[in-house]
């Protein structure tokens, strides 16, 4: 019978795979020896070796928790397995992140050199199955702006020459998701003539030297950016360093830490803009693909077509059009066709089921709402319509209880809708309600919030329909111009605790972080949620009238140019009473020089199986899975319900449908999500 022989954890290979016989190899790592005592042997299909299968058998992968340096070149390591201390010529090879580099049919893994990691290299042969890590550290070093090495040198010392140095953008403790351009670094102080940045996780270093025709704001290329938040795991903060160089004088580093969130932003944010110059500089509803790395918006309706709201699928558009009054619904799957128009200007402003086939209008007043569109003033009440025919739907439990529903919007899974319940509240009091799909029923009115001091309104729904955010204005249009004041702020439905967001509002205990101060302070208005958890997080679209670093910096935050698109992340399963938000980051891709706002965030439109897709809430069954195509190439394919459990972003009706559920996933909304990162 053969023995069992003791496999050593942590053994190595030399990088080109040579294997010493019984002893070490060049570097002294020893390996187990085979059962005559000396190499190991070699098995071909038998797992068991000779003499059957009467001792238990355990596959093992040599080396062990290898560590690679790569300079963003490739870099290899081969790999071989071992049953009972002889050699499998026949394994089967797997690596868990394909993004970190490949494994081959003969164990040699390559490192793509485009991000740093960690991953699990996996071995089977029949039942038998070993593992082992490996880890790729990034050393990236580049001089775009051709700084020369005595300078550099300078850079890397430090310095303490200007004062005034600091950081204006981004924000300490942002939290960056994965998929964009990189933000445009911005600092105070003297002009620079060349600039170090620093930034350090544990796998990846990079060291960047920057000039230009404008060194106070830097960026990094889309493809170096892609490598450093691709290298940063959920909990390995990104440590930025920033040092200057004017006149041979050397100041910094300032120090920023930044969070990745492990996955990328989906769908597209549609906004209002009454002063774009894509648009002619009229009323126009413009968009910004998340998914793409965009520089700028493409029109979707212009001619004053405003005041709009989109279904969280992003089928269905509904707005008002050119303020005359009227309104209409469009198809967004069909090249934004018009489908229906409304009477009288009563689809602005309204709440649209998910899937678009119908919306709850938000009710007008006499006189004051909403401001500023000519013929929509009057006392209107809310009610359900079609958006195929604008035809009224019947809503038992809603028409005649509710009249004055302002603001509304559905839960992302269609089972509630919140809105500012001026019946009761005259402006003061937010509300929610049950409601019935199939019977088009509303239950249950609960005033969730009654602040006195404030005009409650734009509420938004987090994903998984716990929480509501909302504005709090100082203004009885909760309107973000005349020196309109408000911050956002979330209530929990259960126990209608509310929580300032202060550190998406910018707010630090009882100061502000804003790199201007109180100038900065209170100007957060109309937020809408992104229908999906992401990267460990839910995502927060705002309009706000901050300054933008040193890129856009006014006198008065009510020009024009400071009303802009800000996104902040919020944790998952917040707390109620704590603050579950982060500092901000402008939205990449809108226009500059124009004044946008009330951003709405939809999931695309859904694709029907076989149409190529990245992942599952791509598409309309659900499921995105990898496809052998006709060409023969490897592709990623919509598909039927496959057996098995459902991946990250795949469809899912209990958390116990997604395969990553004992490590914490959740089903949110339908889709499985990360688990929380705090």
């Not at 071909?44 to 080396?63: A, C, R």
């Not at 102080?189 to 270093?205: E, F, K, L, Q, R």
């Not at 940063?232 to 930025?240: F, I, Q």
Request: charged share 15%; glycine share 12%; with cysteine.
């Amino acid at each position: 019978m053969r023995s069992a022989w003791l496999v050593v954890l942590g053994a190595a290979v030399s990088a080109s795979g040579a294997i010493a016989a019984c002893g070490s190899d060049d570097s002294g790592v020893t390996f187990p020896p085979g059962p005559d005592g000396g190499s190991p042997d070699v098995i071909d299909n038998n797992p068991f070796g000779e003499g059957g299968g009467d001792v238990k058998s355990t596959l093992t992968v040599m080396p062990q928790n290898v560590v690679l340096t790569s300079n963003g070149t490739p870099v290899t390591q081969a790999y071989n397995a071992f049953v009972n201390g002889a050699k499998l010529s026949n394994a089967n090879w797997s690596l868990d992140n394909v993004a970190l580099g490949v494994v081959d049919t003969t164990g040699l893994f390559t490192a793509s050199g485009a991000v740093g990691g960690t991953s699990q290299i996996t071995a089977t042969q029949g039942s038998l199955l070993g593992t082992t890590l490996v880890t790729v550290n990034l050393q990236i070093a580049e001089n775009p702006g051709n700084v020369g090495a005595q300078t550099q040198t300078l850079l890397k010392n430090g310095g303490t020459a200007d004062s005034g140095f600091k950081w204006l953008y981004p924000y300490d403790k942002t939290v960056f998701p994965r998929g964009l351009l990189a933000p445009t670094l911005q600092f105070a102080g003297g002009v620079p003539d060349a600039v170090y940045v620093h930034a350090v996780a544990s796998n990846i270093t990079y060291d960047g030297f920057y000039k230009g025709s404008n060194p106070s704001q830097l960026q990094m290329s889309a493809q170096t950016w892609k490598t450093v938040t691709g290298s940063v795991g959920s909990a390995d903060p990104l440590k930025v360093q920033i040092t200057k160089i004017s006149g041979g004088q050397v100041t910094g580093p300032i120090n920023e830490t930044w969070t990745v969130a492990q996955g990328s932003l989906k769908g597209t944010v549609y906004y209002n803009s009454y002063s774009s110059p894509l648009a002619g500089n009229t009323g126009a509803v413009l968009k910004v693909a998340m998914t793409k790395q965009v520089t700028q918006p493409t029109v979707l309706l212009a001619n004053c077509n405003t005041c709009h709201a989109v279904s969280a699928n992003g089928n269905v558009l509904a707005d008002s059009t050119g303020h005359n009054p009227g309104d209409a619904t469009w198809d967004l799957t069909q090249n934004t066709k018009q489908m229906a128009s409304g009477p009288d200007g009563q689809f602005s402003f309204a709440a649209l089921y998910p899937d678009g086939a119908f919306l709850l209008s938000c009710a007008t007043l006499p006189g004051n709402w909403p401001p500023n569109i000519p013929g929509m003033q009057g006392d209107v009440n809310s009610a359900l319509f079609d958006t195929k025919t604008g035809a009224k739907i019947a809503a038992p439990g809603f028409d005649g209880k509710i009249k004055k529903a302002l603001m509304p919007i559905f839960a992302p899974d269609g089972t509630k809708v919140a809105f500012n319940h001026y019946d009761t509240g005259s402006g003061h009091t937010l509300a929610t309600m049950d409601f019935d799909v199939k019977t088009k029923t509303f239950t249950n009115l609960l005033d969730v919030v009654n602040d006195q001091a404030h005009y409650v309104g734009w509420p938004a729904f987090l994903p998984d329909s716990s929480s509501v955010i909302y504005h709090t204005d100082d203004r009885s249009d909760y309107a973000t111009w005349q020196g309109a004041h408000a911050d956002l702020v979330m209530v929990d439905l259960a126990s209608k605790k509310q929580t300032s967001l202060d550190l998406l509002n910018g707010m630090l205990g009882n100061n502000t972080y804003l790199p201007y101060g109180a100038a900065e302070q209170n100007l957060n208005f109309e937020p809408t949620v992104l229908p999906e958890a992401v990267g460990g997080y839910f995502w927060i679209l705002f309009t706000s009238r901050r300054d933008y670093g040193n890129t856009i910096v006014t006198n008065s935050p009510q020009d024009q140019a400071r009303k802009k698109l800000w996104v902040a992340a919020i944790d998952l399963k917040p707390t109620p009473g704590k603050d579950p938000s982060h500092p901000a980051f402008y939205l990449t891709g809108q226009e500059l020089a124009a004044g946008n706002m009330r951003g709405f965030w939809a999931l695309d439109p859904c694709k029907q199986n076989g149409t190529s897709c990245d992942s599952g809430d791509e598409c309309c069954g659900g499921f995105c899975r990898q496809v052998t195509e006709t060409d023969g190439a490897i592709g990623r394919q919509c598909v039927p319900p496959p057996m098995g459990c459902a991946q990250e972003f795949e469809k899912c009706t209990t958390q116990g449908d997604c395969c990553g559920a004992s490590q914490g996933y959740l089903c949110i909304n339908g889709h499985c999500a990360l688990p929380p990162v705090n």
